[in-house]
Nanobody, 123 residues
């Protein structure tokens, strides 16, 4: 019932910035928490950031806290991930995911997943 499409990835120099977007289709978008995850080559998928459906709560992994900002515009059915001060270690395919939950920024339990967008940070 929910489809997610990521965009905004690309190649950027270390220290640069990118903004990823996650466009959602489906009903009751504001009732779904959305998370960002990433998977680097040869690595397992890891949690990056999450936001509650109401946008009242956010959560970040320690590796991106202070550099990345997650936000959402429920009127546009879109969640964003602003990535500043990018490091080569941030290179990965970034996925957005959704799950039921309007009040909490969950780190897991996501049911709906996008196809991912590649972020490459050069040194």
């Amino acid at each position: 019932q929910v489809q997610l499409v990521e965009s905004g990835g690309g190649l950027v120099q270390a220290g640069g910035s990118l903004r990823l977007s996650c466009a959602a289709s489906g009903r009751s978008f504001s009732s779904y928490a959305v998370g960002w995850f990433r998977q680097a080559p040869g690595k397992e998928r890891e949690f990056v950031a999450a936001i509650s459906g109401s946008a009242g709560s956010t959560r970040y992994s320690d590796s991106v806290k202070g550099r990345f900002t997650i936000s959402r515009d429920n009127a546009l059915n879109t969640v964003y991930l602003r990535m500043n001060s990018l490091k080569p270690e941030d290179t990965a395919v970034y996925y957005c995911a959704g799950r039921w939950g309007s009040s909490s920024a969950y780190t897991g339990g996501y049911k709906y997943w996008g196809q991912g967008t590649q972020v490459t940070v050069s040194s």
